[in-house]
């Protein structure tokens, strides 16, 4: 069992920037995909970022151009830079480690971006 472990969520302005981190309890072996997704209230959850082990990134319409994710494979770490938030970022953020007969996900982390 893999427990993953969010941080860096809080409280930020529209138009500033947070970083959030995850990482798994253990080194996770074999090939998975790493991701970020949102859930805003009374909404789905939905994918914010991927990355395979390969490098290869993949982005909601919505912040490809201010996001950027990042992982540390060796650490079996993903990470999420945010930048020039918006209002309607506001969520919890679920870090998700997919090895496809399996998926793993954090308690996830809050962001709100208000003025």
């Known amino acids: 069992q893999v427990q993953l472990v969010e941080s860096g969520g809080g409280l930020a302005q529209p138009g500033g920037s947070l970083r959030l981190s995850c990482a798994a309890s253990?080194?996770?072996?074999?090939?998975?995909?790493m991701g970020w997704y949102r859930q805003a209230p009374g909404n789905q959850r939905e994918l914010v970022a991927s990355?395979?082990?390969?490098?290869?990134?993949n982005y909601a319409d919505s912040v490809r151009g201010r996001f950027t994710i990042s992982r540390d494979s060796a650490k079996s770490s993903v990470y999420l830079q945010m930048n020039s938030l918006k209002p309607e970022d506001t969520a919890v953020y679920y870090c998700?480690?997919?090895?496809?007969?399996?998926?793993?996900w954090g308690q996830g982390t809050q962001v709100t971006v208000s003025s």
């Open positions: 998700n480690v997919d090895k496809r007969i399996v998926k793993y």
């Open positions: 253990r080194i996770i072996s074999g090939i998975y995909t």
């Open positions: 990355v395979t082990g390969g490098g290869i990134t």
